[in-house]
């Protein structure tokens, strides 16, 4: 392990003890790992949810070694443990972290190459000082160093969506549907990834192409029939649109789908202070104007909702 970790290495994740095996490190080995960690500032997410089911030490020794017996405040240490297996509450979900203030340091290290955000920067540097509760802390940079990119998330997924649903929608062919969906949501996919200051994982990737592929073949499927539409969204309005701006629709819908299953994977911080963009609110976005107009055009108004 130690040779795995060299110069460069962002982070790694320790389960001790191990689910499945049991296999625990001892505390010197945390030692160990911790002062090579220290010497190359790399981060230890530790995972202590079997911390107390540990049964090969002493008599009185009810836990197993932890890198927090032995971590200073400022080690870059972040313990994660749950109620679920010591006190039987798997189906509460509940669990909680231990994590030094330097977290919010490196957080607002990672949003200094974002020009946007230099004021809530500023504000967070100078509040953060005088706030003792981590969770109150974590609650402060959601909402200074979040909001601002949420806001331009979502004027990112909705122009996305309204460029789908006018395309598909005047387009001849199905095939130009689906290679102008594929180029449009990959643009998407890299602008909300670079907006947030990073680009997703090779997993976030893997998910991310399953989404696209099923949008282009939900694309492609549209166009080869009318019934699709009806019923994704509803007799009431396919009754008043054309059968391709209806179509058009059901792309932009897929589209927002796309782009808030990418911020969801990109982001920073997960939504808790701030409100989580729903598929329903762009939905209506997109639908109230060819609802009241009937026409393609009326998709490139400013569009209204949060933040615009």
């Not at 505390?27 to 790399?42: D, F, M, V």
């Not at 095939?175 to 670079?194: E, T």
């Not at 090779?202 to 499927?221: C, D, N, P, S, Y």
């Amino acid at each position: 392990m130690i040779d795995a970790l060299a110069p460069g290495t962002c982070a790694v994740v320790i389960n001790s003890p191990n689910n499945p095996t049991g296999w625990t490190l001892s505390a010197g080995e945390q030692r160990t790992i911790l002062e090579h960690c220290r010497n190359h500032g790399i981060w230890i997410v530790a995972d202590d949810v079997y911390e107390r089911l540990y049964y090969a030490g002493d008599a009185d020794q009810t836990s197993a070694p932890s890198f927090l017996d032995i971590a200073d405040a400022d080690d870059r240490l972040v313990s994660t443990n749950s109620f679920s297996k010591a006190w039987l509450m798997t189906g509460w979900r509940l669990g909680w972290i231990v994590a030094p203030r330097a977290l919010m340091a490196d957080m607002l290290s990672l949003t200094r190459r974002i020009p946007r955000l230099a004021r809530a920067r500023a504000r967070l540097e100078d509040h953060g000082a005088d706030i003792i509760d981590g969770r109150d802390l974590i609650r402060l940079a959601e909402r200074e160093l979040m909001s601002p990119l949420d806001i331009e998330a979502r004027r990112l997924v909705v122009s996305a969506s309204k460029r789908v649903s006018v395309v598909t929608a005047i387009s001849p062919r199905a095939a130009v549907d689906m290679i102008f969906v594929l180029i449009n949501g990959l643009r998407l996919v890299r602008q909300l990834a670079v907006l947030y200051g990073g680009r997703p994982g090779a997993l976030g990737v893997l998910r991310l192409l399953r989404q696209v592929m099923a949008h282009l073949a939900v694309t492609g499927g549209v166009g080869m029939a009318d019934s699709v539409v009806q019923q994704v969204i509803g007799h009431g309005i396919a009754s008043r649109l054309s059968a391709r701006l209806g179509e058009g629709m059901v792309n932009g819908l897929l589209t927002a789908r796309l782009g808030l299953l990418t911020i969801d994977l990109v982001r920073p911080l997960p939504f808790h202070e701030l409100p989580r963009p729903a598929l329903n609110d762009l939905a209506s976005t997109l639908l109230r104007p060819a609802e009241a107009e009937g026409s393609i055009g009326e998709l490139e108004r400013p569009l209204p909702g949060k933040g615009q």
